[in-house]
Nanobody, 115 residues
Framework: QMVLVESGGGLVQAGGSLRLSCTAS????????LGWYRQAPGKQRELVAT???????NYPDSVKGRFTISRDNAKNTVYLQMNSLKPEDTAVYYC?????????WGKGTLVTVSL
């Protein structure tokens, strides 16, 4: 059983940067597809970024060019570097790991972007 714990959220002004981290325990995740999702108040959870075991990444247009996902398999950690943050990026950010029929979620970390 894999446990994911996110960290790095907080309050930042528009235009600023934050780096989120998500560390896995209980299982090695080097073969998993890793992802970051977010959920704003009153909205559905949405994809922010994914990275597969080979390092290929995927982003929606809303964050492309501003956010970068990376992974360090030796540390069992996935990162999300967020630059040029906007108020609409305000949300709880969740880490996700999946492989075959197994899907794991963290409990989330809150990111608030002020004007």
């Amino acid at each position: 059983q894999m446990v994911l714990v996110e960290s790095g959220g907080g309050l930042v002004q528009a235009g600023g940067s934050l780096r989120l981290s998500c560390t896995a325990s209980g299982s090695v995740f080097n073969q998993h597809i890793l992802g970051w999702y977010r959920q704003a108040p009153g909205k559905q959870r949405e994809l922010v970024a994914t990275i597969d075991s080979g390092g290929s990444t995927n982003y929606p247009d809303s964050v492309k060019g501003r956010f970068t996902i990376s992974r360090d398999n030796a540390k069992n950690t996935v990162y999300l570097q967020m630059n040029s943050l906007k108020p609409e990026d305000t949300a709880v950010y969740y880490c996700n790991a999946r492989r075959l029929f197994s899907i794991y979620w963290g409990k989330g970390t809150l990111v608030t972007v002020s004007l």
